[in-house]
């Protein structure tokens, strides 16, 4: 027989929180929430206290009550209830039934009518008024982050909605935005670019189809392998999330076509490759061939992420720098015959002035240059301790989520922005950390400042080091009285600061 809160959950004594879940939900629906909302009341604190006892299976035993022949105290007058609040009890059912259809205690994909259910309770508790306030906003933003990305992909109706209400995206670029939106951010990015290539018009269609195909059959060879290739490289930089959406069996089958040799195996395409050959070359004798003219405008936007005029505006040096660059490329191919590409100009713009870019940056883009090599490291911290060592804003970080990504071209666009000429010769590579950070960076690490030091002196241990410039970038950020800010200087591998004798390198 039951007893108590499973009477009111109507099943048997558990401690499966799924269980528990299910048994809310079944009663849940079968309520009218509005009609009867203290019996509602009553459900939900049933379903909080069996939650609760699932977490302690001690107190999970039912106790029979005690009849007893004491008397009942003298009965005091019951405080009058306060009334309830509609929008608050409209909300909290909304809340609960989300709640129950994000965790339903199976894998079970959701069907389209659960799609629909979770689309309309996650929609009303976006549409909340009391959003408005700050307090209230601050909660329900943390709470849709850690929910959403815990339940994806049953949460997928919502991201988007979800992310256009708190601003995540147009946050993304802000270092203390939650890991849990930022999973959000790469999910909506995968899903925008699944529909993209879903398109028959796109050029990687094809491919996309043949890797995500549910079945294990052989690999279709009218599929190009080049465009495999594209779509799997474009996946892995930019969209890695999305590579979930693909039969791994597929990838693994496509990928190694690529380890072996190149030779073209089936006729078919030995026949499309002469053909393409000979229409080459029959209109070879009619049409002139050019190689393609270097734009200035256009290898200031790769540069430095702005027109032609706006860099000039900005950093007038840069802007001759770069017409002068294109001039001297158009004036060497037309006495050689030799035009060098358009990325070749880049490189060679961007080796010669980013380490002027770096050398003294102003105060705010050193901030912001910290905490983006802050957030790289921690992230390479697991994969590579190595890597995390030497980690910054202008080396290849590898797999790391999209929006970080862009905020790494950001960064350097911005560097190259605030080159003022051609960094000096005379770099110093050993400096000095004050007692002070030394004694932040041991509290951060939880070391003694003994091996604070030896980790400072000898940094051959890489996971030991790693952690350690994390902690003396988090303590520069910290560190007041210009005291950070010359830590910060002192740390940026790129930043060129006067010579002289110190204790680190």
Not at 417 to 426: C, F, K, V, W
Request: proline share 8%.
């Amino acid at each position: 027989m039951r007893y108590g809160i499973w009477e009111t959950l109507d099943c048997d004594p558990t401690t499966d929180r799924a269980a528990i879940r299910r048994a809310y939900a079944a009663r849940l629906k079968a309520m009218d929430v509005d009609a009867d909302p203290v019996a509602f009341e009553a459900l939900r604190d049933a379903r909080d206290a069996a939650l609760a006892r699932a977490a302690d299976p001690v107190a999970a035993v039912d106790v029979e009550p005690v009849i007893t022949d004491v008397l009942p105290p003298e009965p005091v007058a019951a405080e009058p209830e306060p009334e309830a609040d509609p929008l608050a009890e409209a909300m909290n059912a909304h809340f609960h039934e989300l709640e129950a259809l994000l965790f339903p205690g199976h894998d079970a994909p959701p069907t389209a009518e659960e799609q629909a259910q979770i689309d309309h309770h996650g929609r009303a508790l976006l549409g909340d008024p009391r959003l408005e306030q700050v307090d209230f906003a601050t909660g329900a933003e943390r709470w849709f982050a850690e929910t959403l990305a815990a339940s994806i992909p049953r949460s997928d109706p919502l991201l988007e909605p979800a992310a256009a209400a708190f601003g995540w995206i147009d946050r993304r670029d802000d270092y203390a935005l939650s890991a849990d939106a930022h999973a959000i951010i790469e999910r909506i990015a995968a899903t925008r670019f699944a529909a993209l290539v879903s398109d028959p018009k796109h050029r990687l269609h094809r491919a996309w189809v043949e890797l995500t195909r549910d079945d294990n059959s052989r690999r279709n060879w009218l599929t190009s392998p080049t465009d495999i290739r594209d779509l799997l490289t474009t996946v892995r930089q930019r969209y890695p999330e999305a590579e979930s959406r693909m039969n791994p069996n597929r990838v693994a089958r496509w990928t190694k076509v690529f380890g072996k040799s190149p030779r073209i195996r089936m006729r078919l395409w030995l026949a499309l490759a002469l053909l393409f050959v000979a229409a080459r070359i029959g209109t070879s004798f009619l049409t002139p061939v050019h190689p393609p003219k270097l734009d200035a405008d256009r290898i200031a936007q790769a540069v430095a992420g702005k027109h032609l005029l706006e860099v000039q505006k900005i950093n007038p040096s840069l802007a001759v720098d770069i017409v002068a660059a294109v001039a001297n490329a158009e004036s060497s191919a037309g006495r050689t015959g030799e035009t060098k590409t358009r990325e070749t100009l880049i490189g060679e713009l961007i080796a010669k002035r980013l380490q002027a870019g770096m050398s003294n940056p102003p105060d705010d883009l050193l901030v912001r240059l910290t905490r983006f090599d802050v957030s790289a490291m921690r992230i390479l911290q697991q994969r590579s301790p190595a890597a995390c060592v030497a980690a910054n804003v202008a080396t290849e970080l590898g797999r790391v989520p999209e929006p970080m990504r862009e905020q790494q071209r950001a960064l350097l666009h911005d560097v190259m922005l605030n080159t003022s000429g051609y960094a000096p010769a005379n770099i110093r590579t050993r400096f000095t950390v004050p007692g002070e950070i030394v004694d932040d960076v041991a509290q951060r690490t939880g070391w003694p400042v003994a091996k604070v030091q030896q980790v400072l002196r000898d940094g051959k241990d890489s996971p030991a080091r790693c952690t350690l410039e994390i902690a003396l970038r988090e303590a520069g950020l910290a560190a007041q009285n210009g005291v950070g800010m010359k830590l910060l200087r002192d740390l940026q591998p790129l930043v060129v600061v006067p010579a002289e004798p110190g204790t680190i390198s």
